[in-house]
């Protein structure tokens, strides 16, 4: 089992529509979230990060944790098609400070 | 202030050759890292350097390996390429190491293609 988990999707939905898209982790010593935006032929983007578990917004994007069930989750409120890109959680391993990527999703917005 | 640049964007070599990747970090930061993103395994973590020195490895053979300069420079090499080293290698910088807890800025890669 990974220690990371995130399907791969593709998730295609039409703009407008909420996106929920999440990540599963195995570690529960994990406190730290990130979300990463990646566009085509770019490098990842840090979009948001958690501390510990609950909410946090930044405009149209929203991340959620919830350490209880050992899952966190990204919404994207009135989806754009400039939003299509893949998504990726990333936690930091405490042991040695280094990042554990999911697999990332990739989000298409048909217009 | 200019981004992180990674030279070249493209590359093919074959099996059995050696390959050397630059980047450059954004002005001022001086940990840079590596990474190797493939569709089957994701992103996973090669090194970090910072002051010239490697302060993290990943689960790599000893094939791969990097450096970096008292600009902050860096580069990676790896010899005796195989064909699943073809992926696309980026590279990221941040102010302090221990990049994790802090913001990384992520090049736009070299995407190596092994034939």
């Known amino acids: 089992q990974k220690e990371v988990e995130q399907d791969p999707g593709p998730l295609s939905v039409p703009e407008g529509a909420i996106v929920s898209l999440n990540c599963t982790y195995s570690n529960s010593a994990f406190q730290y979230f990130m979300w990463y935006r990646q566009y085509s032929r770019k490098g990842p983007e840090l979009l948001m990060y958690t501390y510990s578990s609950g909410n946090k917004e930044d405009g149209r994007f929203t991340a959620q944790v919830d350490k209880s069930s050992k899952y966190i989750s990204l919404f994207i409120r009135d989806s754009q098609p400039s939003d299509s890109a893949t998504y990726l959680c990333?936690?930091?391993?405490?042991?040695?400070?280094?990042?554990?990527w999911g697999a990332g999703t990739k989000l298409i917005i048909k217009p | 202030k200019a981004g992180v640049t990674q030279t070249p964007r493209y590359l093919i070599k074959t099996r059995g050759q050696q390959v050397t990747l630059s980047c450059s970090p954004i002005s001022g930061h001086r940990s840079v890292s590596w990474y190797q993103q493939t569709p089957g395994q994701g992103l996973q973590f090669l090194f970090e350097y910072f002051s010239e020195t490697q302060r993290n490895k990943g689960n790599f053979p000893g094939r791969f390996s990097g450096r970096q300069f008292s600009n902050s420079r860096s580069e990676m090499n790896v010899s005796t390429l195989e064909l699943g080293d073809s992926a696309l290698y980026l590279c990221?910088?941040?102010?302090?190491?221990?990049?994790?807890?802090?913001?990384?800025?992520f090049g736009p890669g070299t995407r190596l293609t092994v034939l």
């Open positions: 990221a910088s941040s102010l302090e190491p221990g990049g994790s807890y802090n913001e990384q800025f």
């Open positions: 990333a936690i930091p391993n405490p042991s040695n400070y280094q990042l554990i």
